[in-house]
Structures are given as structure tokens and as C-alpha cells.
């Protein structure tokens, strides 16, 4: 909590509170991540990517959004401290882990794991939403880190899979 608050209190800025709101709203729903995913379904080259794209993402949803946040039930930060002005409207639902975080990480690093130079600007993608959420007060940084590793590791699961699959398709 004390990180939080020290962002709210120390690095909260004009700049930031303009910025940082437009970041994590290309994160909502996982649309931006989504949207790369049926992207990279046109070209034929970039289809087994776009492939576990989007099964990272969906397999994510499931465990972080609709298993894990239901089980754990814990409440957001601006439910507990409710003196903290938001830059956006309050999200409903739990706080952990964070499905911004989850997705965004799910997302980029199944990108990295074929293409590595997209990969990277991905990932940087990635950590700026999901460093959005505590930003914007509505995330715990244990819900953005759990999030985000939740994330990686699910992404890094579905690309072994494909990889030994190709392997015994050969």
C-alpha cells in the first residue's frame, strides 16, 4: 500500500494525469491486444502467432478474471480509501489480479516469443498499462505484479505447447 500512496503523493503529474488515462483505456477489455491478434491472422506468415495470441488472451480471461478475481473477492484500492480522486470512471468487479495487467503481459510476450524486435515494444506497452493501473488508483501493485505474472507465465505455457506440437507435426 505504501508504494500506492507514494505514487499518488509523489508522482502524480499534469503530464501523467493526462497520459496515463489513454494508456490504460488501450488496455480495456483487451482490445488493443485482441485487435493485434486478429491482425496478425491476415498475413499467412504471422497466423501461428496470432494463433496463440489470442488463445494466451482467452486462456488468461478465464483464470485471472473469472477464477481467480471471484475466489479472492478482494476490493479495489479507491473502495478502501475512498479520499483518492480518480482520472477515470471507477472500475466494477475485484482488484485481484489485475486482468489489464494479465492480458497486456499475455499478449506482448506471446509476441516476443515469435517475433522478438515487436515483442520488445510490446512489452514496453505492456508494463506502461499495467504501471497505469496503480497510477490511476485502481490497482494494488500485488494485483498488477500477480497480473503480470500471470500473464507471462500462461503466454510462455501456450507458446511451449505450440512449439512441441510443431515439433511433432514435422
Given at each position: 500500500?505504501?508504494l500506492l500512496l507514494f ?46 495470441v489470442l488463445i494466451s ?76 493501473r496503480m497510477y490511476l ?34
Open positions: 500500500m505504501e505514487i499518488q503523493e509523489h508522482l502524480r503529474t499534469a503530464i501523467g494525469d493526462f497520459f496515463f488515462p489513454l494508456v490504460t483505456h488501450l488496455g480495456d477489455a483487451g482490445v488493443v491486444w485482441i485487435a493485434l491478434g486478429l491482425s496478425l491472422l491476415i498475413p499467412k506468415k504471422t497466423r501461428r502467432c496470432s494463433l496463440a488472451l482467452a486462456i488468461t480471461f478465464i483464470v485471472g478474471n473469472v477464477v481467480m478475481k471471484n475466489l479472492i473477492a478482494r476490493p479495489r484500492p479507491f473502495i478502501v480509501y475512498p479520499d483518492i480522486e480518480l482520472l477515470i470512471a471507477p472500475p466494477s468487479g475485484f482488484s485481484f489480479p489485475s486482468g489489464h495487467s494479465s492480458s497486456s503481459f499475455a499478449a506482448a510476450t506471446t509476441l516476443f516469443c515469435f517475433y522478438k524486435k515487436p515483442g520488445i515494444a510490446a512489452l514496453v506497452l505492456a508494463a506502461l498499462i499495467a504501471f497505469s488508483f485502481v490497482h494494488y501493485p500485488t494485483d498488477v505484479l500477480a497480473g503480470s505474472m500471470l500473464g507471462i507465465f500462461l503466454a510462455l505455457a501456450v507458446c511451449c505447447i505450440l512449439h512441441k506440437a510443431d515439433k511433432q507435426t514435422v
